[in-house]
């Protein structure tokens, strides 16, 4: 009998003149829909189990690339595209890596993405180890010279994640590094958070230009046990890469619409990325980025009506070794005026516990209403602006589309990043979701509304601004 | 001032007639010493480190037995004897699993201990798939014949390891089962509680008179998608093992002893196994178990007058492929009336929390007081005698020496059994330190009395034995 009762945040959205309580209802209406909803979950082990791993060039990744389509159309998505870009691609080979002094061992490794190949021999050397990058760097002359180079640094845990940009330069700038230094080959400690053998590939930096040298990373314990066995006496390592390099490759972006009622040609681009690492199914990165994602639109789409602007959902097609921001921005430079917003879904499946705005947004009642939506899922509207949504859409932001990024708790996204342990069996269909229920919530209140992030940023004063 | 108060445990024990008020004192003076005490930690890192993983065979395990009794020795133990004895040893090679089929994928394997080999190109067949053990067994006649058997049934977590037993049946004897039905090999769902594609390996039944087949292991993620993917149609797998066998290699069972002041022909028999699976470096599995014992009898040792009777720890020298209990057996038998108790520490690390007394002797008065010094342990008096103390003093048990158990908690324990994972890091020393807390205490008890298991449990009437 209280039926006609609003809560409280369509009473503070009202209140605030922005969004119909209509609108309200209908966000609150899809976020518990998706809390019960399973499309996400189908979507993930689909895509899991039928095209598993799928590394750019790899046949899988082709038949990922159809199957994308295919699930666009399936879900009844429209303007299905397929954005074919140039993408040279890395194959891995054989790997395997053994102490061969104080004693023999055999160590888990697994190259570093796009790593140059080891001779066929492998490179055997004695070993230079350092606890830290920061010591490695500020090593004697020479004192690199011929060695594998092995640095042990950990990674911290943090609900951001932001350990890994910390750790994270030993993969992307150690191998160069190292090389200059007169290294023959370098090891690191896996960017990881775990304490597991499972080591942690990811790419590095390599192509025209660079002087690197084959590079992998160690399991947890192994480079734990080196960092021991080193203390005590000199260590001597064996290391095997192997892999090839296709400069003539390609890659895709694959796109599906739910369609804008009032004002189609405004657009909201949302997405995760279709391709993953060779080891794993890429499960946590990032089929499920692509399935909260795509099953928050499609929750959009089965709405009575569509809201007034068009949802777009990319699947990308190169994140983890880089171009398909680029080539995204490429194919879409002339619509970028037209393209309202942009967030990617790419930290895994665990929840979401806050969403950051564009600049200039927390002003807007559009953030009060969005906050009162959200609370109940537990999500707070963090005062900091969103300044990367994500790397696919870095190449939207640099064209000064505005991103939000619902923030997704990283503590245990770590613990199996790029590792053969990235599998469904990681994914929480509870978690994964509440995902769901705030994309789709979220992105349905921003599609129905009229506002322009752009102008909120324009209006920022400078001194306010991060 | 209130110093020459009793403890609680020391009135109990008084009142009880039984033990002397200065050995409650004593084993409460080890308990606590124990807890801050980090020889157990420093001797399971100097194991693993300096040894690593010391598979039977192995190069490794001859320096670990010279290892075992330069340790006895550097600790103060006497008496150190290395008994060898023949053990047919298996030396694992090169191995490899994939899907064929429906797409190619690596799936991640390890043999199963003493596994045979398959030929040297592999052996690549259509799947069965059986979701418990006892559906292979029930499958039709030709089933099973040609095919690559994969068995997925997941083994469930228990604080006393009960799963282990259950699930166990697949690596003991699926094999031998698989190879009676016609089957070209067998992958098992690892005998694991975790959610890790890190493999578990373990004995299987191979030998003289046994016809069996290749069998390995696989990752708990692998294992769920061959399910996923065996429900919605034919699977084709590709499996390679490879080893070496040596009928005529041996092992050693090494020990030391802490002579008793009164009665040093009445011997107490405590340790662990010094030989480890090849995978991870044994850290778990039980460089701890001989790490508590040891640490516990040097404790003991170091107390200004020795107990009564004779602690001897002793190191097994084939636990995992078996051999050690029946060779300490054959070695001692002459000695078997004079050892008064035996007891094996063998389930990891983690917090003892429970003692279970040979049969009859939970009506002792000493019971009491031991239960009363474990009890600030969080460690209670189990009612159930102990029946298995542990796999290497099986013999001595069947030969009728009592055992006792000290139950470790074994929730997290077959997360990392017999796997890459099971190293250093998965040690907590808070943990280590109590187990040797229960054993020195609890052991200095027994060996500073007069109790006669033997003749407390001839006095259990039959009725109420178990």
Redesign the interface.
């Given at each position: 009998m209280f039926r006609s009762l609003l809560t409280a945040a369509a009473v503070a959205a009202l209140m605030a003149g922005t969004a119909h309580a209509q609108d309200v209802k209908t966000a609150e209406g899809l976020r518990d829909k998706a809390l019960r909803d399973y499309l996400a979950w189908d979507i993930t082990?689909d895509l899991?189990?039928?095209?598993?791993?799928r590394l750019v060039g790899s046949?899988?990744m082709e038949?990922a690339k159809d199957w994308g389509a295919a699930k666009f159309k399936a879900l009844g998505f429209t303007n299905i595209k397929v954005e074919e870009f140039a993408k040279p691609s890395w194959t891995r080979g054989e790997e395997s890596a053994e102490l061969v002094g104080?004693?023999?061992?055999k160590l888990?490794i697994v190259g570093l993405g796009r790593t140059l190949p080891t001779p066929a021999g492998g490179i055997e050397a004695d070993v230079a180890l350092f606890k830290t990058y920061a010591d490695m760097i500020a090593a004697p002359d020479g004192a690199l010279k011929g060695k594998i180079v092995v640095i042990t640094q950990p990674m911290v845990r943090a609900q951001d994640g932001a350990g890994y940009g910390v750790a994270g330069i030993s993969r992307r700038s150690g191998p160069v590094e190292a090389a200059k230094r007169g290294a023959a080959a370098l090891l690191i400690r896996s960017i990881s958070t775990s304490?597991?053998?499972?080591p942690h590939t990811g790419v590095t930096a390599n192509g025209e230009g660079v002087v690197t040298i084959p590079a992998a990373a160690l399991?947890?314990?192994e480079a734990?046990?080196l960092e021991?066995?080193a203390a005590?006496g000199p260590l001597r390592i064996k290391l095997k890469l192997a892999s090839t390099f296709d400069p003539k490759d390609v890659a895709w972006n694959i796109s599906g619409e739910i369609k804008g009622s009032e004002k189609p040609d405004e657009v909201i681009v949302i997405g995760g990325h279709l391709d993953s690492w060779d080891v794993?199914?890429g499960a946590l990165d990032d089929a499920t980025g692509v399935a909260i994602t795509t099953a928050a639109a499609k929750l959009i789409g089965d709405l009575p009506k569509h809201p007034k602007r068009t949802i777009r959902v990319v699947m990308f097609g190169s994140e983890e070794s880089g171009g398909s921001a680029e080539a995204y921005l490429d194919a879409h430079k002339a619509e970028v005026p037209k393209i309202v917003l942009a967030g990617e879904s790419d930290s895994g499946a665990d929840r979401i516990y806050a969403l950051k705005l564009p600049a200039g947004g927390g002003a807007h009642p559009l953030a009060g209403t969005a906050a009162g939506v959200l609370a109940p899922l537990k999500i707070y509207l963090d005062r900091e602006p969103s300044t990367h949504g994500g790397a696919d859409i870095a190449g939207l932001e640099s064209a000064g589309v505005p991103s939000i990024s619902l923030e997704q708790d990283a503590s245990r996204y770590f613990d199996y990043h790029h590792?053969?342990?990235d599998?469904?069996?990681?994914v929480d269909p509870v978690q994964l979701a509440q995902n769901v229920a705030a994309w789709a919530s979220f992105i349905y209140l921003v599609a129905d509304s009229d506002i322009d992030f752009r102008a909120l940023k324009a209006a920022v004063p400078a001194a306010a601004s991060h």
């Open positions: 082990e899991t189990t039928n095209i598993g791993p046949p899988a038949r104080p004693y023999p061992m888990a304490d597991s053998t499972v399991g947890v314990p734990e046990q021991r066995l005590k794993g199914t590792t053969m342990d599998t469904l069996n990681k």
